[in-house]
Each structure stands twice: as C-alpha cells, then as structure tokens.
C-alpha cells in the first residue's frame, strides 16, 4: 500500500494552464479506471474534483480535465484563477484498498 | 442535500481506545458504501477503511489493521470507527466519507474529528 507519487508543487500564472502528475503501478492506477482527483483549501474537507479518470461532478468547471496513460494519471487545470490555489491530492482504487498521492500544492503566481 | 457530521474525536492516551461516529443524512445511506479518511496535522490524506452498503465487505490499510473497526448501522444512518490501541501516529483528523455510486471515490466529506494520542 504505497503512496502515489505527485509533485510537491506546481505553480502557473492566472490564465495559465497547469498538468499536476500522479504516478502508481500497475496494481493501482495502471489497473484500474478508478483513479480522483480532490482539491483541498487550507483547514476545509477536501472536495471531489475528477473521478474514474476523467467524468467531472456536476458544479465542477470544465476547466479541470484528467486523464490517464499506463500507471500515470494527470490532472490539468486551463484558465487559472487565484481561487484554484490549494493543495490537490489523487486516489486510486487498487482492489481491496485504496491509496492517495502525497499532495500537490499549487500556486497561482 | 447530503451531510455527514462526525463526532467522537478527542485526547486519548497512547494505548486507549476511541469509537467515532458519522451521521449521515441527505441521502439514502443504506445504498453506498462509506469510507474513513484521515489527515495527520500538516500532513497528505490517508485511506483508512471502507465498508460496503450492506457491510458485507470491509477493508482496513494496514497501517490500522487488527487495531481499527468499521461498522455501520443502517437503521441509524450512521457509520462507525472503533479504535483501538491507539498510538501517537493515529493522530489526525478523521474524515467520514461516502463513495461514488457504482464507482470508488468519494463525493460527500464531513468536516473531520480531530483525534489526538498524546500522554
């Protein structure tokens, strides 16, 4: 049960586009089409952003978008603005468990 | 609209024991499986448990295995945590979390409990 990786950090300018990575195995986000996506503001319950690789909950704005090639997930964020400035964080399911990334903290410059 | 407020978190002694709770409303609970999620201060999340709509799978990380207990009653609409063996890296907060239907990842979060192990 080993963490998926991200990058600690990530940052763009307002209006940029951004690509956070969340690399597993093929145990987890290779196996399967159940990798999410969640954003998290400082001392607030993270908040489902992506979900099975790439379908977005209703109220998301499609300016977030994942995908997924082999054992690597990506999440992109177009059209930055000051309020996507938080920590985001990728779940995969992995059959009898599920296992988070590190987080990514990204600023918007 | 769906809520899950948990309670039960506090200071407790290395080696205690704490039971955290979930109530849930909003939603048809008996229909989803339901997850704890924890966040040590400062630190990333953490998968901890899930258990199926009728209890009849359960799954714990092994960093809780043999120590943790989940549990839900759906007459109640509540979900539990029974925690065991406490130790210092227990602390964090715990997060009640519901799954997506048909699929797995969670759509719904509490605010959290805040559980401290510390003598």
């Known amino acids: 049960q080993s963490a998926l990786t991200q990058p600690r950090s990530v940052s763009g300018s307002p209006g940029q586009s951004v690509t956070i990575s969340c690399t597993g195995t093929?145990?987890?986000?290779?196996?399967?089409?159940?990798v999410s996506w969640y954003q998290q503001h400082p001392g607030k319950a993270p908040k489902l952003m992506i979900y099975?690789?790439?379908k977005r909950p209703s109220g998301v704005p499609d300016r977030f978008s994942g995908s997924k090639s082999g054992n690597t997930a990506s999440l992109t964020i177009s059209g930055l603005q000051a309020e996507d400035e938080a920590d985001y964080y990728c779940?995969?399911?992995?059959?009898?468990?599920?296992?988070f990334g590190g987080g990514t903290k990204l600023t918007v410059l | 609209e769906v809520q899950l407020v948990e309670s039960g978190g506090g200071l407790v002694k290395p080696g205690g024991s704490l039971r955290l709770s979930c109530a849930a409303s909003?939603?048809?609970?008996?229909?989803?499986?339901m997850n704890w999620v924890r966040q040590a201060p400062g630190k990333g999340l953490e998968w901890v448990s899930s258990?199926?709509?009728?209890?009849?799978?359960?799954y714990y990380a092994d960093s809780v295995k043999g120590r943790f207990t989940i549990s839900r009653d759906n007459a109640k609409n509540s979900l539990y945590l029974q925690m065991n063996s406490l130790r210092a890296e227990d602390t964090a907060v715990y997060y009640c979390?519901?799954?997506?239907?048909?699929?797995?990842?969670?759509?719904?979060w509490g605010q959290g409990t805040l559980v401290t192990v510390s003598s």
């Open positions: 979390a519901r799954d997506i239907r048909y699929s797995y990842g969670f759509d719904y």
């Open positions: 909003g939603f048809t609970f008996s229909s989803y499986s």
């Open positions: 258990i199926s709509s009728s209890s009849s799978y359960i």
């Open positions: 093929s145990s987890d986000v290779g196996g399967y089409n159940y």
């Open positions: 099975d690789v790439s």
């Open positions: 779940c995969s399911y992995a059959g009898s468990y599920r296992v």
